[in-house]
């Protein structure tokens, strides 16, 4: 994980990003001209900024599995049961009785304020356990067991939530003050996914300045070169093992309320789809690198926005929805078959080889 932060060119990732990202658009437009598509270039920005929303969620599910990827080598598959568990919980106890009262209106900065942290809570709180009593007895089993384990822990968590909280979908209160729209480009930007765009990319950056600054962050970049020495050195590996996976949760946790306010519905079984996007987000970008969740998660936002309209003649939202899915899988495929190590893992490659 530290190496391949300290061995990328920012600067040149941006410019090839930017390059990227222009092609695909410009490709895009030109296919939509050739074939006739009936959408609007105001239609054609509402996609791309949905899809900037979209994956901004899927990046801050995928630091999760690629913080745990990078300290444990294993992939978490009950991480999406941490973004669903702590979204069900504030909804439940917190956002549904705030809008109840009114007050949700009345102090909309307050009121995200406590359920954000409520939700972030719950899932550090069930990452945590999940941690201690799943995990950490299998540390040196072989790494299909952990695996095995995962998947159980994921169902495991899934049918405890239902029987907590019910298996009907439950609403998530309508913000008064993100209700609205902003000018954006010639198209209107709805205020929740301006909100979700700032909220991720602080999330991010104060997730970054964490690991790479703080002697904490320090721990958790030791114990993911080596375990053995990092614990000869004084670390407490469990805790800081506890500590990733509680960093990670609480990223899904904000992800769930954010995730909340754009579709405004919460279910026990949400976590399990999104949960499987942001793991290709992470391959996409790099497992074991942040920067690459956050790469990844926007590019498959993208792509799952703006993809579906180029082969659908009207909106058709099952049609659409099902486009979505494959072209995530199939990129997820794609990138395991062409550049398994991601859009920045050459380097780490390089340098274990």
Known sequence: MQRRLQNINYLDLVLWLIRVSIIVIVVWGSIATLSDNPYSGRNWIDFIVFGIAQGSMYALIAIGYTLVYGVLFMINFAHGEFFMSGVMT???????????????????????????????????????????????????????????????????????????????VKPFPQVEALSGKIPFLGTELLESQLVVIIATVIMLVGLYLFVMRTKTGKAIRAVAEDKDVAALMGIDVDRTISITFALGAAMAGAAGVLYALVFRQVHFFMGFLPGLKAFTAAV??????????????????????????????????PAYHQLKDVIAFTMLVLILIFRPQGIIGERLAEKKA
């Open 90 to 168: 504030a909804t439940v106890f917190v956002a549904g009785p705030l809008s109840a009262s009114g007050y949700l209106d009345r102090q909309p900065v307050i009121s995200l304020l406590l359920i954000l942290a409520v939700s972030m809570l719950t899932s550090v709180g069930v990452a945590v356990l999940t941690e201690r009593i799943a995990y950490r007895p299998l540390r040196k089993a072989p790494r299909l067991v952990p695996l095995i384990t995962a998947i159980g822990a994921s169902f495991f968590l899934q049918y405890t939530f239902r029987g907590l909280y019910g298996s009907e």
């Open 284 to 317: 996409l970008g790099g497992i074991g690198s942040i920067p690459g969740a956050a790469i990844g998660g926007l590019f498959l936002g993208i792509f799952e926005s703006v993809g579906p309209p180029l082969f659908l003649d009207g909106l058709n939202v």
